[in-house]
């Protein structure tokens, strides 16, 4: 049963550190996905890669954050330096260009920043 | 992509069908209608997906009307474990361009389903 796998599943970290977040795509899925989902906001689009380039990240706060893709099974979310107001659940998802728009989730880290 | 409005909650009892609504009257005519729920504290998770005709599966059926300004998701026999927020969301098929695949959630339904 394939699945899109998060680590870590909770972190928790004092404002000003840096926090990578690590996602691994389905196998074979080429499109990867970032969202945060907080209870003001609801679920937002941070930033989506398509064959490991970036196409969209118009959603993510560019002077603090960034995501990369180092290779087809690794998707990375960094944040740097974290703040309060970053605190949320960040949900990793994939799919594949031929899915029509099948995202698969994963369970998602949840991030608080003290 | 087109604006989904759906009501903030309702509620099923166990073993009944459940028909979430949602109107998207400004839907053009290349744009998909698709439908994700999120149990608590998981991911979402994709249940089905249409353009004009209806739609079903393992999950569920996707029922839109024919100006398509309309769907309904119907779960056929309700169980507890269906107890999530249901999203409804267009979404345009422009394959090939850098909007394919993305996907805009709203606040969603919340179903919770009765014993």
């Known amino acids: 049963d394939a699945r899109v796998t998060q680590t870590p599943r909770d972190k928790v970290t004092e404002m000003g550190q840096e926090v990578t977040m690590r996602c691994q795509p389905i196998?074979?899925?080429?499109?990867v996905f970032w969202y945060r989902q907080t209870m003001m906001q609801g679920l937002e689009l941070l930033a989506y890669f398509r064959n490991r380039a970036p196409l969209d990240d118009s959603g993510m706060p560019k002077d603090r954050f960034s995501a990369e893709m180092p290779d087809a099974t690794l998707a990375t979310l960094k944040i740097q330096p974290s703040e309060p107001r970053d605190s949320a659940v960040y949900f990793c998802?994939?799919?594949?260009?031929?899915?029509?728009?099948?995202?698969?989730f994963g369970p998602g880290t949840r991030l608080t920043v003290t | 992509d087109a604006k989904t409005t759906q009501p903030p909650s309702m509620d099923c009892a166990e073993g009944r069908a459940a028909n979430l609504p949602c109107n998207h009257s400004t839907i053009s005519g290349n744009e998909y209608v698709y439908w994700y729920r999120q149990i608590h504290s998981q991911g979402p998770q994709y249940i089905i997906h249409?353009?004009?005709n209806n739609e079903t599966n393992e999950m569920a059926s996707l029922i839109i009307t024919e100006d398509r300004k309309s769907s309904t998701l119907i779960l056929p026999h309700a169980t507890l474990r269906d107890t999530a927020v249901y999203y409804c969301i267009v979404r345009a098929s422009n394959a090939g361009g850098t909007s394919y695949g993305k996907l805009t959630f709203g606040q969603g339904t919340i179903l919770t389903v009765h014993p």
């Open positions: 998802a994939s799919g594949s260009y031929q899915g029509l728009g099948e995202q698969y």
């Open positions: 249409g353009l004009k």
């Open positions: 196998l074979g899925h080429n499109t």
